[in-house]
Nanobody, 115 residues
């Protein structure tokens, strides 16, 4: 079955950078747009960034200019580089694909930004 597995994340101080990655399997990765979402503690899940099949990125206002989404079709991976991190970026980060069978989510990876 379709699978997404996130990695990376961890603890960072404000202003530092982190990278999270998502490896996809069991579907034709290059045919699908991919997205990163996040869910801060006690809050709703929100869209962070998406990337189309032809590498066009879009970003939420809160992260535009600080985060960069990219995809590597040779490795079936989508990455999110997070620069100038803020405490409000603390969340569990999930990748998602809208597959023809339905929405598929990874298990999430935790990012904590704290001094």
């Amino acid at each position: 079955q379709v699978q997404l597995v996130e990695s990376g994340g961890g603890l960072a101080q404000p202003g530092e950078s982190l990278r999270v990655s998502c490896e996809a399997s069991r579907f034709t990765f290059s045919n699908y747009a991919m997205s990163w979402y996040r869910q801060p503690p006690g809050k709703e899940r929100e869209l962070v960034a998406s990337i189309s099949t032809d590498d066009h990125p879009t970003y939420a206002d809160a992260v535009r200019g600080r985060f960069t989404i990219s995809r590597d079709n040779s490795r079936n991976a989508v990455n999110l580089v997070m620069n100038s991190l803020k405490p409000e970026d603390t969340a569990t980060y999930y990748c998602k694909v809208l597959h023809w069978t339905g929405e598929i989510w990874g298990q999430g990876t935790r990012v904590v930004v704290s001094s």
